[in-house]
């Protein structure tokens, strides 16, 4: 009796263990199911965004398109054509010699650096020749005026299709705190914020400056000059504007307000003619 009671014990035991184990597996599915899941997930993210590089890659747009060809026609090869100069500074030299004019106050520290047939050219003034150029460039003494003057030089290239010339970018501020003009002009304390003017200087073969240009502004709604470029644009900023209009901030003329108001007017007739006739 005993021994069967033994037997069917262990046979009981035996099925609930057999059950049990069914269980247990369900229980460690279901706890792993939820990283099982998010596995699942990143690799269907990363499978998409793999397609999607691939298709972005295998066919771009056709506005891309549209722009790439723009420009394979319409852009220049800067690169080439510089290659392709026969002009013997290289365009790395030629920037370091522009950049040491510079340096040395636009050659007023080193008139060696300037050529016999140098001549300044600026929107208003010029073309002036050499003596001419450095002795009115040293009366105004920029820096006496303004010690704290900041250029703010900058994009130094040269021009593919002039090899011999380097253009550069110029955005001067400081505050007038000394006098000007040998204390023709007293100072006043004001802050001159220029607008973005483009400058250049053009080389020999022997690496002189034959011509510098400065003040061309490329943006004159910028700074507090007036949209004025240069020397003028800077005692503009100051108060001390010179009495003529080169020297002020530009004013439509009696013949430019007639031309826009006629050109006006010519539109608005022809807009009404066209309602007329039914746009024909």
Same mark, same amino acid.
Request: contains cysteine; glycine residues 8%.
């Given at each position: 009796?005993?021994?069967?009671?033994?037997?069917?014990?262990?046979?009981?035991?035996?099925? #609930?263990?057999?059950?049990?184990?069914?269980?247990?597996?369900?229980?460690?599915?279901?706890?792993?199911?939820?990283?099982?899941?998010?596995?699942?997930?990143?690799?269907?993210?990363?499978?998409?965004?793999?397609?999607?590089? #691939?298709?972005?890659?295998?066919?771009?747009?056709?506005?891309?398109?549209?722009?790439?060809?723009?420009?394979?026609?319409?852009?220049?090869?800067?690169?080439?054509?510089?290659?392709?100069?026969?002009?013997?500074?290289?365009?790395?030299?030629?920037?370091?010699?522009?950049?040491?004019?510079?340096?040395?106050?636009?050659?007023?520290?080193?008139?060696?650096?300037?050529?016999?047939?140098?001549?300044?050219? #600026?929107?208003?003034?010029?073309?002036?020749?050499?003596?001419?150029?450095?002795?009115?460039?040293?009366?105004?003494? +920029?820096?006496?005026?303004?010690?704290?003057?900041?250029?703010?030089?900058?994009?130094?290239?040269?021009?593919?299709?002039?090899?011999?010339?380097?253009?550069?970018?110029?955005?001067?501020?400081?505050?007038?705190?000394?006098?000007?003009?040998?204390?023709?002009?007293?100072?006043?304390?004001?802050?001159?914020?220029?607008?973005?003017?483009?400058?250049?200087?053009?080389?020999?073969?022997?690496?002189?400056?034959?011509?510098?240009?400065?003040?061309?502004?490329?943006?004159?709604?910028?700074?507090?000059?007036?949209?004025?470029?240069?020397?003028?644009? +800077?005692?503009?900023? +100051?108060?001390?504007?010179?009495?003529?209009?080169?020297?002020?901030?530009?004013?439509?003329?009696?013949?430019?307000?007639?031309?826009?108001?006629?050109?006006? #007017?010519?539109?608005?007739?022809?807009?009404?003619?066209?309602?007329?006739?039914?746009?024909?």
């Amino acid at each position: 009796m005993t021994a069967v009671l033994a037997a069917t014990t262990s046979t009981a035991s035996i099925r #609930a263990r057999v059950n049990a184990a069914p269980a247990a597996a369900r229980v460690v599915l279901a706890a792993g199911r939820p990283r099982l899941n998010a596995l699942r997930a990143t690799e269907a993210v990363r499978i998409s965004a793999t397609a999607a590089e #691939a298709e972005t890659t295998s066919a771009p747009a056709a506005e891309e398109d549209g722009v790439r060809e723009f420009f394979d026609t319409q852009m220049v090869d800067e690169a080439g054509m510089l290659a392709a100069s026969t002009f013997p500074i290289p365009p790395a030299d030629l920037i370091a010699k522009c950049k040491l004019i510079l340096a040395k106050n636009n050659g007023g520290e080193d008139p060696s650096l300037l050529a016999s047939d140098f001549k300044f050219v #600026a929107p208003v003034v010029g073309p002036l020749e050499k003596e001419r150029f450095l002795a009115a460039f040293q009366s105004f003494k +920029i820096d006496e005026g303004f010690p704290d003057a900041k250029f703010n030089y900058y994009h130094f290239r040269v021009d593919p299709f002039e090899p011999s010339r380097v253009w550069y970018d110029a955005r001067f501020v400081g505050t007038n705190t000394g006098p000007l003009i040998g204390g023709t002009l007293p100072a006043t304390n004001k802050k001159v914020e220029s607008p973005p003017q483009s400058c250049s200087m053009r080389f020999n073969e022997r690496g002189e400056c034959t011509q510098l240009t400065v003040g061309y502004v490329m943006d004159k709604q910028l700074g507090n000059t007036g949209g004025l470029g240069g020397v003028y644009g +800077i005692l503009y900023a +100051i108060g001390y504007g010179l009495p003529f209009p080169e020297a002020q901030p530009w004013q439509k003329s009696v013949q430019y307000d007639l031309f826009q108001r006629f050109s006006g #007017a010519t539109q608005e007739l022809q807009k009404f003619v066209k309602g007329l006739t039914g746009g024909n």
